[in-house]
Nanobody
Framework: EVQLQASGGGLVHTGGSLTLSCVVS????????IGWFRQAPGKEREGLAC????????FHAESVVGRFTISSDSAKNTVYLRMNSLKPEDTAIYYC???????????????????????WGQGTLVTVSS
């Protein structure tokens, strides 16, 4: 059974930091790419960052470049999302998801949208107070 267990969410003040963790089981970790997404009330799910643990390649969405950093530890089958300088608009449920192979789809010039990820975790709530 494939499982992605996201944790690390919580309440933080504006300007604070959090590190989210996503433990992956039931699949060969290094054969997959892992992404972090978030969804705020009334909004579409938004891709934040993704990583291919096999080669360490990463992608960060423009909205989080310079504030969020994705990383992985293959020995622990875990992907992290370090979030700094948090803002109230970062308040959302944060999800991790896995897809076989690259986080690029098709010809390799476009990052996969959420719909192309096969496995999803249950989400962890991040609340940033002003």
């Amino acid at each position: 059974e494939v499982q992605l267990q996201a944790s690390g969410g919580g309440l933080v003040h504006t300007g604070g930091s959090l590190t989210l963790s996503c433990v992956v089981s039931g699949v060969t970790f290094d054969d997959h790419s892992i992404g972090w997404f978030r969804q705020a009330p009334g909004k579409e799910r938004e891709g934040l960052a993704c990583i291919t643990p096999r080669d360490g390649s990463t992608f960060h969405a423009e909205s989080v470049v310079g504030r969020f950093t994705i990383s992985s530890d293959s020995a622990k089958n875990t992907v992290y999302l370090r979030m700094n300088s948090l803002k109230p608009e970062d308040t959302a449920i944060y999800y991790c998801a896995a897809v076989f192979g690259s986080y690029y789809s098709g010809s390799g010039y476009k990052v996969r949208p959420p719909s192309e990820y096969n496995y999803w975790g249950q989400g962890t709530l991040v609340t940033v107070s002003s």
